[in-house]
């Protein structure tokens, strides 16, 4: 699942039904929130339900040393082929791209349409 922090505070109905059915699920006893990563190290070594609570890689810890890579991205205001005329805003650490990264232009410099 995949949820931006903008749309829950939309509403604050979204965030109280989403709470309610995380609730709801994990009253079962098949059903884990995991990371993307936690999935690609599932899937590399799959382990069936009965031993998943002694998984050694969700047992793993993070262990924060120094300030986090970026506390203050770059806000980029962009334009792209696909939305002309719309702005859409992109935060990230690097450099801004000169356009908003697509499906055809992954990097945001138009090189997929450069011969």
């Known amino acids: 699942l ?3 922090a903008g ?3 939309l509403n604050q109905n979204y965030l109280d039904a989403l709470v309610q059915w995380m609730d709801e699920v994990l009253g079962k006893n098949d059903v884990y929130f ?3 990563t936690q999935v690609l ?3 590399q070594s799959p382990t069936e339900l009965s031993g998943i609570r002694d998984f050694a890689p969700w047992k793993e810890k993070c262990d924060v040393k120094g300030q986090a890579y970026c ?3 770059n806000a980029c205001p ?3 082929r696909e939305l002309p005329g ?3 805003r992109l935060h990230t650490c690097m450099e801004c791209p000169q356009n908003y990264p697509w499906i055809e232009d992954p990097t945001g410099d138009y090189f997929a349409f450069k011969k």
């Open 41 to 43: 190290q599932w899937m």
């Open 71 to 73: 506390s203050l991205p």
């Open 86 to 88: 719309e702005t859409i």
């Open 2 to 4: 995949y949820f931006h």
């Open 7 to 9: 749309w829950l505070r």
């Open 78 to 80: 962009l334009s792209s």
């Open 34 to 36: 995991v990371t993307m």
